[in-house]
């Protein structure tokens, strides 16, 4: 079981920069594959970023490559979404997940979700 609690969200003009958080509780927090997602008002959830358990390997989706990093901090349980270089389609609830298979972009097979935070970027 696994308890994921996210943080940072907020409002941000074009070209800013937002760094999420997730923190974690469950001892085996270390042993899943790290995911954000993000869900645009009226839109299907849609995957982001994810990161493998030692934090060794991430992947992302083409959309935000070279703009955002994923990271984590298993001595924390905390995984981290830092987005530089905002712009306006990146608004939306930011999910964190937790899941076993790396990477999984299907939001239809997480196992443990937060409750999202906001992010809203002003053009």
């Known amino acids: 079981q696994v308890q994921l609690v996210e943080s940072g969200g907020g409002l941000v003009q074009a070209g800013g920069s937002l760094r999420l958080s997730c923190a974690a509780s469950g001892r085996t927090f270390s042993s899943y594959t790290m995911n954000w997602f993000r869900q645009a008002s009226g839109k299907e959830r849609e995957f982001v970023a994810a990161?493998?358990?030692?934090?060794?390997?991430?992947y992302y989706a083409d959309s935000v490559k070279g703009r955002f990093t994923i990271s984590r901090d298993n001595a924390k349980n905390t995984v981290y979404l830092q987005m530089n270089t905002l712009k306006p389609e990146d608004t939306g609830v930011y999910y964190c997940?937790?899941?076993?298979?790396?990477?999984?972009?299907?939001?239809?097979?997480?196992?443990?979700w937060g409750q999202g935070t906001l992010v809203t970027v002003s053009s």
């Open positions: 997940a937790a899941i076993v298979r790396f990477p999984e972009t299907n939001p239809n097979k997480v196992g443990y």
């Open positions: 990161i493998s358990w030692s934090g060794g390997r991430t």
